[in-house]
């Protein structure tokens, strides 16, 4: 799709005034079915019809409304794709902010506000770029399937689980989808920002340990303490350095990485290049390594009362194809 200087103009005025007006909407998602998407979604499916899109609003319970509507491909050979964001936001509480998290004022050249990242931002994208298509009569390649759920930021029960479990028809034919996270930029050293895509994700093993011991009076001596031995375990395991699994896509991340920052590429070492990732590298160096954080623990109910027995949960993640080594490493700290 070729625009002129102008439709580009107008493609950014859009953007950020719908992004404002969508922030002035409050649209709160409280938790435990507590939101309301309508006015919001009426929002939304006004902008659509603007441009001739037939949006449907589909209500899961009183007030929590998705919007729904398919653009038609001009390549009817090609699965469907799904482009989708979510229309709700979680709480804001005023006084932590310093301009009105519902105000949509753009200050120091950015639009301020609940949403303004998560996921308002994505949303005026999605409206205002169909709205142009619509304008320059263009149609994408794929069928398009257009949603914008409610309920997002509380496990998706008004939103996307609950459309796929009433509403199956609406994806038949869609095969994939693209919204929020999966892929962001993130700007290294040199200033180089760097388009990330998501190939994959870790899985995900948590473990509950628990140690049994000899009870005793507090003041006695207890070679066989519970809490002694979990928390020698917890600490084990929560200290020990994973070693790095390579991947193709980290290979690769990384070697993109050593190149545009004149770095040494070491193929064994990816951690010395994380460095350059600023705030992106705890969550970049992640995928280098399965993991594992303890997170809970439990023992006792005294001060002077030796417990039984002590518990303790590990949040382990494994990259793909790497389970058993996780477990069996972690089995093994565990003692
Ligand atoms: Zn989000």
């Keep these: ?20 007006e969508m922030i002035q909407i409050p649209s709160v998602n409280y938790g435990e079915g507590k939101g309301d998407e309508r006015l919001i979604a009426e929002y939304v499916a006004g902008k659509l019809s603007e441009v001739g899109i037939v949006a449907e609003l589909i209500e899961s319970a009183p007030n929590r409304v998705n919007v729904v509507a398919k653009i038609a491909g001009s390549d009817i050979t090609r699965p469907g794709l799904v482009l989708h964001g979510h229309l709700d936001v979680v709480p804001a509480d005023a006084s932590d902010w310093s ?35 619509q304008r320059v009569g263009y149609k994408p390649p794929r069928n398009i399937l257009l949603i914008f759920f409610a309920d997002e930021e509380a496990s998706g029960t008004y939103g996307s689980r609950w459309l796929v479990k009433n509403r199956p028809e609406l994806f038949k034919g869609f095969t ?7 892929g962001f930029s993130v700007t290294i050293t040199g200033d180089h920002r760097l388009y990330l895509i998501e190939s994959a994700q870790k899985g995900i093993q948590w473990l509950k340990l628990s140690a049994k011991g000899t009870a005793g009076h507090g003041s006695f001596i207890n070679t066989d303490n519970a809490v002694t031995k979990i928390s020698n375990a917890v600490s084990r395991i929560g200290s020990y350095e994973w070693p790095q699994v390579p991947t193709k896509t980290n290979k690769l991340l990384f070697k993109k990485i050593a190149d545009l920052t004149g770095d040494t590429f070491d ?68 003692g």
């Design 1 to 20: 799709m070729k625009l002129t200087a102008d439709q580009i103009a107008q493609l950014e005025e859009e953007t950020v005034l719908f992004c404002q």
């Design 99 to 133: 301009l009105d998290p519902f105000s949509g004022e753009i200050k120091d050249g950015f639009i301020w506000g609940r949403g303004a990242v998560d996921m308002k931002d994505m949303d005026a994208m999605l409206l205002a770029s169909v709205r142009m298509w």
């Design 176 to 182: 994939e989808a693209i919204s929020e996270v999966g």
């Design 267 to 334: 193929p064994a070492n990816f951690k010395n290049l994380l460095k350059h990732l600023g705030s992106a590298a705890k969550m970049i160096g992640a995928t280098l390594t399965n993991t594992a954080n303890p997170t809970m623990l439990e023992a006792g109910y005294k001060a002077n009362v030796i417990p039984q027995s002590a518990s303790a949960v590990v949040d382990g993640r494994f990259l793909p194809g790497h389970e058993s080594e996780l477990v069996e490493t972690i089995t093994k700290l565990a």
